[in-house]
């Protein structure tokens, strides 16, 4: 091993940027620190022991077992969480690349049956070619949001503040995405909405995760407000779909995560949109929320600082 690996080896900074792992969640910081704790206890125990034994070399083997102990306990227990950091840094980037490989595909997939649309088509290959752009639509979305998670779970969210309308934003998503199926959105915008400090790429990407999921599990019309409150400004999207049990409202922002009732009606789903909008509004500084009784729909909402 040469010089320069086995400074890298000892550097926790650079271990931990390698995992991916802010410093409080390091392996090797945490082992430094049971470091510590192990000195400590010796020598307290050092001391405790001149107490009860009168013999030095049997004060000094009694501490001496107990270091090797404590330091056996303390390697076993960093090296598991350094394998864990391991298998989670392998799994990001693994599901980095293949999302990078999807995404190409997915956009020639989906240019090639709008071009076959447009050469005209029987009404049976129409409906068929339909589902197809649908499906290849929602694999779109999915490798986003997953390239998007990747990119904050590996070095943070670093986003650009500027002014964004959310009016404009919401606006320029019900038309080009949700006016093409036919799906029923009324969209209020009070007059006296000052623009919101935020990213416009992130701030898309979390309306239109609120809008697909109404969307998706709302029969009726989905209504969509952007109201100001105080230094903030806020937008809610209203469906009047299958609501979400009680006990299971507060798990709905974490990974992954799939309401029972929404898996029984075979509703696809990833769990990542809702996980990705709270990282995204709150790295922009602002509030996510929502409400919901089952059988009667949900409101989701999230605010913005306009200043």
């Known amino acids: 091993m040469n010089k320069e690996k086995i400074l890298e080896e ?11 792992l802010p410093m409080w969640r390091c392996p090797q910081l945490l082992f430094i620190v049971m470091g510590f704790i192990i000195i400590l206890t010796i020598i307290v125990s050092y001391f405790i022991s001149l107490e009860y034994f009168v013999d030095p070399l049997l004060v000094l083997s009694l501490v001496s077992v107990e270091t090797i102990i404590l330091l056996f306990i303390a390697f076993i227990i960093t090296r598991s969480f350094e394998n864990l950091a391991e298998a989670n840094q392998l799994k990001s980037d693994f599901v980095g690349l293949v999302s990078h ?5 997915l956009t020639v997939i989906k240019w090639n049956l709008e071009e076959m649309e447009d050469l005209g088509v029987s009404k049976n290959q129409e409906r068929n070619i339909e589902d197809l752009k649908k499906n290849t639509e929602r694999m779109v979305q999915t490798v986003k949001n997953f390239l998007v998670i990747t990119k904050i779970e590996d070095e943070g969210l670093h986003t650009k503040k500027e002014e964004v309308s959310l009016q404009k934003e919401a606006e320029k998503l019900i038309t080009d995405l949700f006016s093409k199926d036919n799906s029923e959105i009324e969209f209020n915008a009070e007059d006296d909405v000052p623009p ?33 409150k105080g230094n903030n400004a806020l937008l809610e999207v209203i469906d009047s779909g299958i609501g979400i049990p009680a006990r299971e409202q507060k798990k709905l922002f974490s990974k992954f995560f799939r309401a029972q009732n929404a898996m029984e009606k075979g509703k696809k789903g990833t769990g990542l949109g809702l996980y990705l909008s709270k990282k995204i509004i709150e790295n922009l500084g602002g509030k996510v929320g929502m409400s919901s009784k089952e059988g009667e729909g949900s409101t989701f909402w999230f605010t913005l600082p306009t200043q």
Do not use: H
């Open 10 to 20: 000892l550097s926790v900074i650079k271990r931990c940027k390698k995992y991916g």
């Open 101 to 105: 490989q999807m995404q190409t595909p």
């Open 196 to 228: 919101v400090l935020g990213d416009p790429a992130y701030v898309s990407i979390v309306i239109e995760n609120f809008l697909s999921n109404a969307v998706k599990y709302s029969e009726d019309k989905v209504v969509v407000n952007i109201k100001k």
